[in-house]
Each structure stands twice: as C-alpha cells, then as structure tokens.
Nanobody
C-alpha cells in the first residue's frame, strides 16, 4: 500500500521557520523524483520545488528561492522541506508528490499558516 505522509505544519509568525517531512512507504522511494506543492485558499495548486531521485539536483519556484530548501534521506524514505523567512503569502496546504516515468502519488497535505 503506497503512502506519503506529510507532517510538521502549523502556525508560525512571519519571519519564522518550519521543517516539513514526507515519509514514503509502499514503493521504492530512491527511484522517484520528489516534489513539494502547495495550495492556498482560492488558488490553484502550485509547484514549490523538486529533488532528483539521488538528491543531487533541486529546483525551486522563484517565490521561494533562497528561503526554502528541499532535501531527502533515501535511507529513511523521507523528504524534507526547510522553510525559512516565512511570509503570510506562504500560507497554504503543502503536499508531497512522488513520480517516475509511469506512476505518481500524492500525500494528504499538511497546513502551514503564517500569521502574526
């Protein structure tokens, strides 16, 4: 049974930090490219960034570049999203996503709220 379980969301003040985790099970995590997406209320889901299967290549949306860092630990089947200098516009549900050439999977999401 494939599962992607996000955790680490919550309420944080502007300028603060959070680290999200995504734990995978039921598939060969190390063979999948991983992504973080987010969806704010009333907006479409957008790509935050991605990381290659081996972890050597990362890409980020312009809106988070320099503030967010994606990493992964293939031994722990886990991907991370370190979010620094958070802004109110970062408020959204954050989802992890796994894909290879044939298959893709979604997590259930974790809420991040940035507010004073």
């Amino acid at each position: 049974q494939v599962q992607l379980v996000e955790s680490g969301g919550g309420l944080v003040q502007p300028g603060g930090s959070l680290r999200l985790s995504c734990v995978a099970s039921g598939f060969t995590f190390s063979r999948y490219t991983m992504r973080w997406y987010r969806q704010a209320p009333g907006k479409e889901r957008e790509l935050v960034g991605n990381i290659s299967s081996g972890g050597g290549i990362t890409n980020y949306a312009d809106s988070v570049k320099g503030r967010f860092t994606i990493s992964r630990d293939n031994a722990k089947n886990t991907m991370y999203l370190q979010m620094n200098s958070l802004k109110p516009e970062d408020t959204a549900v954050y989802y992890c996503h796994a894909h290879n050439a044939r298959l893709y999977y979604w997590g259930q999401g974790t809420q991040v709220t940035v507010s004073a």
